[in-house]
């Protein structure tokens, strides 16, 4: 229920600002013109109002009745609106909280590692030979073309307790027959943000190193001339010069990488076997099991919506900060 | 460790991206940073080698006690099953067209709002760009069922069309949130600079920003490429009527059935060869890219 | 351009209309009749590409037939497993629905609650065999209390016990174990002679194979009402009951003293494994022997080192129940020709086509199991096991998969070493808040 007084005041804010706000002078090239920034966004709003508007209409409707059943999604009549009595029920399960706590958890292990890993990489892309950025770019591009729908098998094989190649590496260190057999997914607390984290990031990472690393193109190079010429040390230099420039891409990629982490589910799916037992679930995980794959609509509507508005109220202060990029008084 | 010019950038206009590349580095340290990126690559490597090699691998490997990690003998059968199967081609065809469509429609719809959010304050552009996030936190399973009743309704249910104008709420919102942190690092001087050097409006566009964007559009265009190559829920609950597939619909005939095991060695073959014209496209998108830089875009 | 915009106005104003009209339908569903007259017309037919692999031949005749008979064209669409369940939510709703669908048995009771099949009970009469269909499978197809039919049987799988003659020969059992406590023999005599073998399973029983765990269950508790009971209004476990548990404690018995390694695992990966030389027994469908010793995947020198038997029961010729797997056909009330659709199950189920089928998967008719065992030596024992007593899922439109994952789940943590009864009495009660709504 914080959840929703922290989603307030985004809204009112928002809408004050839109509000009071005289158009700012605009610079740079079209200017001029009122209609001309509606006449841009148009084709993105038309198809999304076109392709959207319905079903986010439906999560919205649902979420207020009790169709919990196919039965009732056929035959609406069989149907009630309940208010907010969905709500309560969700919001009302202990198993709720202890996987959104899980969720944020996880959450932020992979955000962390994944950002701070695709940034490590991205520089030693710049530092590197020609013909080794070729093939650190070839092999992202794989594992970043590879479909989610095979890469949850190889990382089933990988893992395996009997016969998995992980195993068998660790063998081959330690000499042990026992770690042959070690099995990462009986507890899941190694399951998850070991196996799951590490199969999350390394899917993750092509994405951010690559995009990092063209945003790092943008970095004028008489400005790092310039810093190094004043004395400032490699991380300084990073610090003042590097970060600013890229801050806009960092930032919407971490806020990404947050949404898309958040919400998880084909990977750790995929790595139990299709049935992903309670110690894995993270909201994603959840919303399926509890809701989508019972056919129960309302519920998952619920789910859908609480999860939206958690994400937004993690992201509040950020979005404010993301809103100025491009502002015009920057 | 100092910086050295090392491209002729842009002679004409100002040098805002050229690479913050050290090639004067010392040798030793090139090294150093070449054998971790050679560890990195080998690490992320590493999944797609096995799957790679299980491709090759004939029963001899697969029935050894121990994993092995170079197959005894290689085996071409796994290919040549994908290649006799009658639906391979077909599939592909249906993949590209989505994907080449969906791609080019949402980088010219999401181009045009990227610059419209990034250069102009308007009434409406906060609620815009929030919008645009918060579509992106929509779980897809949860409002298939609605869009399905949508495209129904519209009659593109079965249609690759269908399936594009889907895929466009998943790339658009993310094509604006991302080119617009690209746009906005471009000063808007230039554009005014480009205006006095008696170009148009629409000539600036053309020759300062959509130049200078390269670098975003391509990071975004492939975003966009690989999640419409690689999307299967849309894809196979809104092709269902017309019977027609995606290679992601396709490679799930090889999945185990009540009646047969799974043939994972065709299964992992035709993923690498469906996947392969993905990373030869970028490969030599990656060229244009670089190639792009260092001439200097700017030439008005 | 043009068609772009165009296409977009048209999402546009649908949406306009859609969210103004709901579908008017009610419970009460259509009657099927059979109807002859296609000329001229085209029928969708969706079938699993288990058939396109498997016997391609059969459908291949039904069609045949199916022109002759009615001057009617048709479509088959292949299709996989995976997400089906959403696509038939989605397709099952909307106006252009196909005029045959195929779907698992144990899918089948939400769509028929929800009238999203034409009623099949005045026509089933002139199916042929409809009087001898395998009980499970035609439970499937019919409402709780069996009075209305919905879907028509079309195959069945059964698990059996896939067993290495040689290491069992050689460990000095001749003949193949009638009951459990030969069984139990058996395997504590194979157990050691391979004492030596690293990881060795006498029988590699997966934690989260829960059908061939609650199988054991049926053992002791009967095939009627596993998992839970109706009285036609609300459901009560049976997990719990002593004498299932007392089943399942036999299963966990197996795990613990011949089975080594996945606990946290299904049986996905077990043909592969007992391929690798250190497995003597599993249970599984009749086709896993197969994969065993295919020259693929498998080991082909296994061949004719393996046999398959159902699975011992407490006394000689009653074998453990099995759980009986399988398909059905039925005809969507929202598909335009549903008249045609019933004529082509008839035709597609009918004894020609069902009996070539037979040499490829069980037959849906009880006549026709003879066909199937004859067909090869390997199938007697499937053979066996369905025509046996085999047992079901609760016949309810609230089952769904999320229960599936709950007990796999619950014998996968049975197999870690939980209290069975305890782990039982969890997940009967998340069962149970799923069934009664």
């Not at chain 1, 958040?262 to 909201?283: C, D, H, K, M």
């Not at chain 3, 209309?17 to 709901?22: K, L, R, V």
């Not at chain 3, 996945?262 to 077990?270: F, I, M, P």
């Amino acid at each position: 229920m914080s959840v929703t007084t922290n989603e307030t005041p985004v809204a009112v804010e928002e809408t004050a600002a839109a509000v009071a706000a005289p158009p700012p002078p605009r610079r740079g090239i079209l200017a001029g013109g009122h209609y001309i920034p509606y006449a841009m966004i148009l084709p993105a709003v038309v198809a999304l109002v076109g392709v959207l508007a319905y079903p986010l209409y439906q999560l919205f409707d649902l979420s207020f009745q009790n169709i919990n059943r196919y039965s009732y999604l056929v035959n609406p009549a069989l149907a009630k609106y309940i208010g907010f009595e969905g709500y309560t029920k969700v919001l009302g399960d202990d198993q709720f909280w202890e996987v959104v706590l899980r969720s944020i958890y996880f959450t932020v292990e992979l955000v962390v590692l994944s950002m701070v890993l695709g940034m490590l990489f991205a520089l030693l892309l710049n530092r590197v030979s020609g013909w080794v950025k070729v093939v650190c770019i070839t092999v992202m591009m794989f594992v970043w073309a590879i479909p989610a729908l095979v890469t949850g098998t190889i990382f089933r094989w990988l893992f395996a307790s009997n016969g998995g190649v992980v195993d068998y590496i660790g063998y081959l260190f330690t000499g042990d027959e026992k770690t042959k057999h070690y099995d990462w997914f009986a507890d899941p607390t190694v399951g998850l943000y070991v196996v799951g984290a590490a199969v999350i990031v390394w899917g993750a990472l092509p994405f951010l190193v690559l995009g990092l690393n063209a945003a790092l193109t943008q970095v004028p190079k008489e400005l790092m001339e310039a810093a190094k010429l004043d004395g400032a040390s490699s991380l300084q230099a990073f610090r003042h010069v590097v970060i600013p420039v890229i801050k806009p891409f960092l930032m919407i990629s971490a806020a990404l990488s947050f949404i898309w982490d958040f919400q998880v589910f084909a990977q750790i799916f995929s790595l139990r076997n299709t049935s992903p037992e309670p110690g894995y679930w993270t909201i994603g995980t959840y919303l399926f099991q509890k809701g989508i794959v019972a056919s129960k609509y309302s519920d998952s509507s619920v789910i859908s919506i609480a999860m939206i508005l958690l994400m937004l109220a993690v992201l509040v202060f950020y979005i404010r900060q993301m809103l100025k990029i491009g502002a015009q008084d920057r | 460790m100092t910086t050295t010019v090392d491209a002729p950038a842009a002679a004409a206009g100002p040098k805002v991206r050229a690479k913050v590349r050290t090639t004067g580095q010392r040798p030793v340290m090139t090294w150093i940073w070449n054998t971790l990126g050679l560890g990195f690559a080998a690490v992320m490597g590493f999944p797609i080698y096995w799957m790679l090699i299980t491709t090759f691998k004939t029963n001899k490997d697969l029935i050894a006690k121990d994993p092995t990690f170079w197959p005894q003998a290689f085996s071409f059968d796994s290919y040549k099953t994908i290649f006799d199967d009658k639906e391979f081609l077909p599939a592909l065809q249906n993949t590209i067209a989505i994907t080449l469509g969906s791609v080019v429609l949402g980088l010219v719809v999401g181009f045009l709002a990227a610059v419209a959010v990034a250069r102009f304050g308007f009434r409406g552009r906060n609620f815009f760009i929030v919008t645009m996030l918060v579509v992106q936190m929509v779980p897809l399973l949860a409002i298939i069922g609605p869009l399905f009743v949508v495209m129904n309704n519209a009659g593109m249910t079965g249609t690759l069309f269908g399936v594009m104008l889907a895929y466009l709420v998943f790339t658009v919102p993310y094509v604006v949130w991302t080119l617009r942190s690209f746009i906005v690092n471009i000063p808007a001087e230039l554009d005014e600079a480009a205006m006095v050097d008696g170009c148009t409006q629409w000539g600036a566009f053309f020759r300062v920003i959509l130049p200078l964007t390269l670098p975003g559009l391509i990071t975004t265009g492939v975003y966009s490429w690989i999640q419409a190559w690689n999307e299967f829920i849309v894809a196979n609950v809104l092709l269902s009527t017309g019977g027609q597939k995606t290679s992601m619909i396709w490679l799930t005939f090889y999945a185990t059935t009540p009646t047969r095991g799974a043939d994972y060695g065709s299964q992992m073959a035709g993923a690498l060869l469906v996947s392969l014209p993905v990373i030869v496209l970028f490969v030599i998108f990656q060229k244009k890219v670089s190639a792009g830089l260092t001439a200097g875009a700017v030439k008005g | 351009m043009n068609r772009k915009i165009a296409a977009v106005a048209a999402i546009a104003t649908v949406l306009v209309a859609s969210a103004c009209s709901s579908s008017g339908s009610s419970g009460d569903a259509k009657q099927a009749t059979l109807s002859k007259d296609g000329k001229g017309k085209k029928i969708t037919v969706w079938l699993m590409d288990d058939a396109q692999k498997g016997w391609p031949s059969v459908v291949e005749a039904a069609k045949k037939q199916f022109k002759e008979e009615t001057g009617a064209d048709v479509d088959i669409q292949w299709q996989t497993w995976t997400n089906y369940t959403t696509k038939l939510d989605t397709a099952l709703l909307s106006g252009n629905a196909p005029e045959v669908i195929e779907l698992g048995n144990t899918q089948t009771a939400k769509y028929i609650e929800a009238g999203s099949f034409v009623d099949l009970t005045g026509v089933k009469s002139q199916f042929e065999n409809s009087d001898k269909y395998l009980d499970s499978l035609a439970a499937s197809g019919q409402t709780a209390d069996g009075s209305k039919t919905y879907a028509i049987p079309y195959y069945a799988g059964a698990r059996v016990l896939i067993y290495r003659k040689d290491l069992f020969a050689a460990a000095g059992v001749a003949n193949p174990p009638t009951t459990l406590a030969e069984l139990k023999d058996a395997l504590a005599k194979v157990k050691a002679a391979n004492a030596s073998t690293p990881n060795f399973s006498a029988l590699y029983l997966p934690g989260q194979n829960w059908y061939t765990a609650a199988s054991f269950g049926a053992g002791t508790f009967g095939v009627k009402n596993i998992v839970a009971k109706s009285d036609g209004d609300k459901w009560t476990g049976t997990l719990t009951d002593p004498k299932f548990v007392e089943g399942v404690k036999v299963w966990n018995d197996l795990q613990k003293e011949f089975s080594v390694g996945g606990t946290t695992t299904d049986e996905a990966t077990q043909d592969a494994l007992m391929a690798k030389g250190n497995i003597a027994a599993i249970v599984g469908n009749g086709w896993e022997l197969g994969q065993v010793a295919d020259p693929k995947v498998g080991d082909p020198g296994l061949k004719d080192k393996l046999a398959s038997i159902a699975l011992p029961g407490a006394a000689a010729g009653q074998p453990t129940p099995a759980f009986l797997g399988g398909s059905d056909l039925a005809v969507p009330a929202k598909s335009a020709n549903p008249g045609l659709g019933a004529t082509f199950l008839q035709i597609f189920t009918n004894t020609k086509q069902q009996t070539e089928l037979a040499k490829f998967a069980i037959p849906n008719a009880k006549n026709l199991v003879a066909a199937y065992k004859a067909a090869a030596p390997a199938n007697k024992a499937t053979g066996d096991a369905a025509e046996g007593q085999t047992w079901f899922i609760p016949n309810s439109p609230m089952w769904s998969g999320a229960d599936e994952t709950a007990l796999k789940n619950a014998f996968g943590a049975i197999a870690a070493g939980g209290d069975p009864a305890a782990e039982l009495k969890k997940v009967e009660e998340t069962v149970l808040k799923d069934l009664n709504g």
